[in-house]
C-alpha cells in the first residue's frame, strides 16, 4: 500500500476533494516516473475549466499511473470568467488566454488539439476529425454548452455574423467590445437572458453592470436594457437590483419575464413572446443552451433532451458506462449553478472518483463547494457561494442548511478577491 495514496484517500473521504485544493502544491507530489506502471487509461473530451482540472488531477492524484489525453479543439485557453471587465473597458482581453503547456510539462497530460466527432462505446475509443483514434478505460466528457439556436427565430447563420452572444470564451468578446465602442450616445444596447438553466447565473447581470459602467463614464445618454426570460434576476437579486437602483439608475432598465422568441438582424428587433418590439443599437442575445453537441451524438442527453444525468459518486453518466460527464453539460444537481468554479469542483470529483475505480476501491462523494464573483464596476464586487454535499438516500449533493450566502453590499475587498479568484483558478485548472 502506497502510504501517500492512503493518506490522500483518507483527507478526500473527511473533507471532500475540495479540501485539497487548498493544499500547498509540494504536499502532493508531482506524477512520478512510475516506471511504466500503468492501472489505466482515461481520455478527456474538452479542455475548459472542467476537463483541464480532471486531466490534472488524474496525473497527480494517480502520480503519474494513469494514462491522460485530452482532446480539445482550441489551441488556448480563453476565459470566460473576467470577460465582462473586457466590456466595461476594465480588462486588457488578452489576460483571459492562458497556456496548455503547464498541463503537458508538469503533469504529463497528452493534449491533442483536434474536434471529437465519435465514440465507439462498445470498443471504447474516440474519433477525431483528424482520422485519430483514442482507446480508453474511463472517458470524461467536458464539452460545455451549445446553443439552441431554434429557440429565437430568425437566429440563422447570416445574423450570427452581426448579432453577437459573446457567452464562449474567444473573438466574440473583442467585436462585442468593439460595437460598445462604435455605439453614438444616446444609443441602446439590449441584453436577452435566456430561461434557466443557463451558463452562469450571475454572469447577464454582471455583464449589463459592467455596460453601464462603461456608459455612466463615456456614453451618459445611452441606456442598458436587460430582457430576461425569467420571472426575477437569477442571481445575488437584491444586490443587483440595489446597485442599478442607485449607481446606474437612469441607464439600466430591467423587464422580467421577456422572452425573445425572434429577431431581425437587418433592424436588430427582437420580438417577445406577446408580440411585444423591441429595437436596439447594440443587441446581444444569449439564445437558450443544452448540453454541447457531442455531448448528444454519444447518446449522454438524457434530461429535457438538453442536459446529461450523472451518478453523483462517480459522475458516471446514467445513460452510457464507463464514461463520465461534468461541467456545464450536466443535468446540475439542486441549486448548483452552471460554473467554472463548480466545473473545478466537478473535474476533482471525477479525477478521485476514477482513480478509486482504477485502483480496485469504492470512490466516495466528494463535499463540492462555489463562489461566484461578479464585478459591479471597475473597482467593487459581489459574491454569492454554496456548499454541496451528496445525500445518500436523494443520491444527489444538496446545499449544506446555513453554508453560503451573499455579500451584504459591494466592496473594493471583494473586487480584489474576485481578481484573485480568477487568477487562482487559471493556475489551479492549467498550472
Ligand atoms: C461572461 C461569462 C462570465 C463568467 N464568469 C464566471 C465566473 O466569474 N465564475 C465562474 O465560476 N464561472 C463563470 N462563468 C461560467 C464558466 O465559464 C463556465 O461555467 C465554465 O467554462 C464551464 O466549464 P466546462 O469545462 O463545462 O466548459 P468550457 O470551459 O466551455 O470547456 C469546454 C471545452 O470543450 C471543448 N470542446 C467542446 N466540444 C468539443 C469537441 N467535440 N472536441 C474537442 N473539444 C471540444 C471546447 O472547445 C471547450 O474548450 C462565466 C461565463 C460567462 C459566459
Redesign the pocket.
Known amino acids: 500500500m502506497n502510504p501517500v495514496n492512503n493518506d490522500r484517500r483518507r483527507l478526500v473521504q473527511a473533507f471532500g476533494v475540495s479540501a485539497l485544493f487548498s493544499l500547498p502544491g509540494a504536499t502532493l507530489a508531482a506524477p512520478k516516473k512510475n516506471a511504466g506502471k500503468i492501472i489505466g487509461k482515461v481520455v478527456v473530451?474538452?479542455?475548459?475549466?472542467?476537463?483541464?482540472?480532471a486531466a490534472k488531477y488524474l496525473r497527480k492524484w494517480s502520480e503519474g499511473t494513469i494514462d491522460v489525453t485530452v482532446?480539445?479543439?482550441?489551441r488556448e485557453?480563453i476565459?470566460?470568467?473576467?470577460?465582462?471587465e473586457v466590456l466595461g473597458g476594465n480588462r486588457d482581453f488578452k489576460t483571459l488566454i492562458q497556456s496548455y503547456d503547464g498541463l503537458k510539462k508538469n503533469w504529463g497530460v497528452k493534449l491533442v488539439h483536434?474536434?471529437?466527432?465519435a465514440v465507439d462505446k462498445e470498443k471504447r475509443v474516440v474519433k477525431?476529425d483528424t482520422g485519430a483514434e483514442f482507446p480508453y478505460d474511463r472517458l470524461v466528457v467536458?464539452?460545455?454548452?451549445d446553443f439552441n439556436w431554434g429557440g429565437i427565430a430568425g437566429y440563422d447563420e447570416k445574423a450570427r455574423e452581426t448579432i453577437l452572444h459573446?457567452?464562449?470564451?474567444g473573438p466574440q468578446t473583442v467585436a462585442l467590445r468593439k460595437q460598445l465602442e462604435d455605439l453614438p450616445d444616446g444609443g441602446t444596447y439590449v441584453l436577452s437572458v435566456p430561461k434557466a438553466p443557463y451558463?452562469?447565473p450571475?454572469?447577464?447581470y454582471?455583464?449589463a453592470s459592467q455596460v453601464a459602467f462603461y456608459f455612466r463614464q463615456h456614453k451618459p445618454k445611452s441606456k442598458v436594457l436587460i430582457l430576461d426570460a425569467n420571472d426575477k434576476v437569477q442571481s445575488k437579486e437584491k444586490l443587483f437590483l440595489n446597485i442599478w437602483a442607485t449607481d446606474y439608475k437612469d441607464i439600466i432598465d430591467y423587464r422580467p419575464k421577456w422572452d425573445v422568441v425572434a429577431l431581425d438582424a437587418a433592424t436588430k428587433t427582437v420580438t417577445s413572446e406577446l408580440g411585444e418590439k423591441i429595437t436596439a443599437d447594440v443587441l446581444n442575445i444569449l439564445p437558450p443552451m443544452r448540453a454541447?453537441?457531442?455531448a448528444r451524438h454519444i447518446g449522454l442527453v438524457n434530461v429535457n433532451d438538453r442536459w446529461c444525468d450523472v451518478k453523483w459518486v462517480t459522475l458516471e453518466s446514467t445513460a452510457v458506462k464507463n464514461v463520465h460527464v461534468?461541467?456545464?453539460?450536466l443535468q446540475a444537481a439542486p441549486l448548483m449553478?452552471?460554473?467554472?468554479?463548480?466545473?473545478?469542483q466537478?473535474?476533482k470529483a471525477v479525477a478521485a472518483a476514477i482513480l478509486e475505480i482504477l485502483s480496485g476501491r469504492e470512490p466516495q462523494p466528494t463535499l463540492m463547494a462555489?463562489?461566484?464573483?461578479?464585478l459591479v464596476d471597475d473597482k467593487r464586487a459581489i459574491h454569492v457561494t454554496s456548499v454541496h454535499r451528496y445525500n445518500a438516500e436523494k443520491k444527489v449533493p444538496l446545499v449544506v442548511e446555513g453554508s453560503g450566502g451573499v455579500s451584504a453590499a459591494p466592496s473594493v475587498e471583494e473586487g480584489l478577491y474576485?481578481r484573485s479568484?480568477?487568477q487562482t483558478?487559471w493556475n489551479d485548472v492549467l498550472g
Open positions: 473530451i474538452g479542455a475548459g475549466f472542467g476537463g483541464a482540472t482532446i480539445e479543439r482550441n485557453f476565459s470566460c470568467p473576467a470577460s465582462n483536434a474536434s471529437v466527432i477525431t467536458a464539452p460545455g454548452f459573446a457567452w464562449k470564451g451558463r452562469c450571475p454572469g447577464p454582471e455583464r454541447a453537441d457531442i461534468i461541467g456545464d453539460a449553478p452552471k460554473s467554472a468554479h463548480m466545473a473545478n466537478h473535474g462555489n463562489t461566484c464573483y461578479s474576485t479568484w480568477a483558478i
